[in-house]
């Protein structure tokens, strides 16, 4: 049994291993640099 605060943890590795790796850190690429575009967009307006 998985403690319930390793499961998240564990549900990406999972992912990670059927994506595989190339993709996996492909897609994690993507999703920091929508993640930074919005915070450079916000930082702008303050």
Do not use: P
Not at 12 to 28: C, H, Q, T, V
């Amino acid at each position: 049994m998985i403690d319930k605060g390793f499961e998240s943890y564990a549900e990406k590795g999972r992912e990670m291993l059927k994506l595989g790796e190339e993709s996996y850190e492909e897609k994690m690429k993507k999703g920091y640099e929508v993640l930074s575009k919005e915070l450079s967009d916000i930082m702008k307006r303050v």
